[in-house]
Nanobody
């Protein structure tokens, strides 16, 4: 199983980025997917999650209204559109796949995820 995250980079505050996560080696339609992030010196935190059929999305309060998670099942890919970025969004962003989150609703629990990608760095300058 591989989750390949991409799209990170350096942007100025107020701008946008779109992260992608391409999944392979798993039956993607059966998995909920999520994005987490980890800033330097901080714990990993939940950002957004989406159910296996893309019918339900769930966001951390810190990104609600600015970030949008989506997925294209035919492409085995999940996206995170990040708008109105602020320096506090600076972190390594990880995508993850969960066999159970769609049913449990526990999108924000790291332990609910079975597979993790390698992370992509997002740096927001002020």
């Amino acid at each position: 199983v591989q989750l390949q995250a991409s799209g990170g980079g350096l942007v100025q505050a107020g701008n946008s980025l779109r992260l992608s996560c391409a999944a392979s080696g798993l039956n993607f339609p059966n998995y909920a997917t999520g994005w987490f992030r980890q800033a330097p010196g901080k714990d990993r935190e939940f950002v957004a999650g989406i159910s296996s059929n893309a019918g339900i999305t769930y966001y951390a309060d810190t990104v609600k209204g600015r970030f949008t998670i989506s997925r294209v099942i035919a492409k085995n890919t999940v996206y995170l559109q990040m708008n109105s970025l602020v320096p506090e969004d600076t972190a390594v962003y990880y995508c993850a796949a969960s066999r159970t989150a769609t049913y449990s609703g526990k999108y924000d629990f790291p332990n609910a995820y079975n597979f993790w990608g390698q992370g992509t760095l997002v740096t927001v300058s002020s």
